[in-house]
């Protein structure tokens, strides 16, 4: 027999680690782990104990991609279409998916002891946006005891706002349901109308929407908030995240009211109280909540795109909320900022935003917008239906959000899977599926500077 070579085998050996790095990148990975939770699901929801009619597999596999992507688009009715088997599913592909399913697989890992390698730790890393294992470890385990504690207190405030209304198990049962679709921004309901039936219930409004805001600051935010406490010691990032969160939501709050106050389709109608409390509702619900406690169809043109607008600027980066994220829209904006100020350098609170992050931002922007344009292209040659709805559906569903004119149950199979794809890309996210179809390959070679005419 032949003795072994060392100087040969190695070689061969790297040479297909690195072919399977190629093929199964991290980014590759993640897209197909989210693909794979959605079949699992899918095929536990075209179970017949999971519905109360036979669905079909088209609309079990739409169902199970709004849940595990947390946007909350619906073309069955939750509440009345799935047992408290389909329901309970429903609920638990939310959670796979609003915290990631590479959160529990780490914790996981590391609970057993697991030695992980080399590719496994820049899956890891890649996944929860870190720069060394430490950090991965400590944010998985943060992301779930938090989201624990959050969704533990939030149980059980509803379930005590609703104890007269459906008794001690069935308020149980609705606040169960409700602070996992909250938290992780998903807007899935048990009925039809979603919220519309609590509209003027303050701890409703309350609870729901301060489940659904502290979801979508992000995780990176509030594990920042809890180690420093103080304003001045907290990150730029939190910083920007936090005040762009209080500003978009004040902001879109006025505007809402001021645009809907003489709707009697919407706020027209109501005392001046829970015009405000509605107002505050809807202005918040569409950074990728999903939930409605107005009809959605019955918006002024203005407020419709005012929201989708915020739709697509979305949450934070590394939370339960999709979108075009917080700190992307910023760096934009400080950009075009920059420009017009005749300056090189983009800065944010006193400090430089990279390059890197500057062009990041723009190709998300970019990426995203041609996904838009194109999903849009597509669904307006194939479905018969006003082109604003067809507009607010693809953004909703890019951004996860879960909002709809009630566009959704209209939809031929071919639409369905184009809002399909879009949902997946959308949580996944637009950079991390590009790079999913083409691996990055960075160019040595500098070439000389080129004068191209813009403007």
């Known amino acids: 027999m032949k003795p072994w070579d060392p ?57 199970a991609t709004s849940a595990v992507t947390v946007t909350g688009l619906v073309v069955l009715d939750t509440g009345s279409h799935f047992t408290t088997f389909g329901q309970v599913v429903i609920a638990g592909l939310i959670q796979a998916g609003g915290l990631g399913f590479m959160t529990f697989a780490v914790v996981a890992a590391i609970s057993l002891g697991a030695r992980l390698g080399l590719s496994q730790q820049i899956l890891m890393k890649e996944a929860l946006d870190q720069t060394s ?16 504690v959050i969704e533990l207190v939030g149980f059980v405030l509803l379930t005590l706002v609703w104890l007269d209304e459906y008794g001690l198990r069935e308020s149980a049962y609705q606040a169960f349901f409700y602070t996992l679709s909250a938290f992780n921004n998903a807007g899935f309901a048990l009925r039809n109308d979603s919220l519309s039936a609590y509209s003027a219930s303050v701890s409703v409004n309350m609870i729901i929407t301060a489940l659904f805001i502290i979801g979508g600051i992000g995780f990176a935010v509030l594990i920042d908030i809890k180690t420093n406490k103080r304003w001045c010691k907290l990150s730029v990032n939190t910083r920007i995240v936090l005040l762009a969160t209080l500003t978009i939501n004040l902001v879109a709050f006025f505007l809402i009211w001021l645009l809907e106050a ?44 005012l929201t989708i607008l915020l739709m697509y600027i979305g949450g934070g980066s590394l939370s339960t909320a999709s979108g075009l994220k917080l700190g992307t829209f910023i760096v934009l904006i400080m950009t075009t900022y920059t420009f017009l100020r005749r300056r090189t350098q983009v800065t944010v ?106 403007g």
């Open 349 to 454: 609170l006193n400090r430089t935003i990279p390059q890197v992050q500057v062009l990041k931002a723009l190709s998300l922007a970019i990426i995203s917008i041609g996904m838009i344009f194109i999903s849009i292209f597509i669904l307006t040659a194939i479905e018969n239906a006003p082109f604003l709805d067809i507009v607010f559906e693809v953004v909703s569903a890019l951004s996860t959000v879960g909002l709809s004119r009630g566009l959704t149950g209209q939809l031929s199979d071919t639409g369905e899977i184009v809002i399909i794809f879009m949902m997946i890309v959308g949580r996944v996210g637009p950079l991390s599926f590009a790079y999913f179809i083409a691996t990055p390959k960075p160019r040595k070679v500098q070439y000389a500077d080129a004068e191209i005419q813009v």
């Open 262 to 305: 003489n709707n009697p389709a919407t706020l027209g109608t109501l005392p001046v109280a829970e015009q405000a409390l509605t107002a505050w509702f809807q202005a918040v619900t569409p950074r990728t909540a999903g939930f409605n406690t107005l009809p959605i169809e019955n918006l002024t043109d203005a407020s419709t795109t």
């Open 7 to 63: 100087n040969v085998k190695p070689y061969k050996l790297a040479k297909r680690q690195s072919k399977l790095h190629i093929q199964l990148s991290p980014p590759a990975v993640l897209f197909l782990g989210f693909i794979l939770l959605i079949f699992v699901g899918a095929g536990l929801l075209i179970l017949p104990i999971a519905s109360t009619a036979e669905t079909p597999l088209i609309k079990a596999l739409f169902t």
């Open 133 to 148: 294992m430490e950090k991965v470890v400590q944010t998985a385990k943060f992301v779930l005891c938090y989201s624990f």
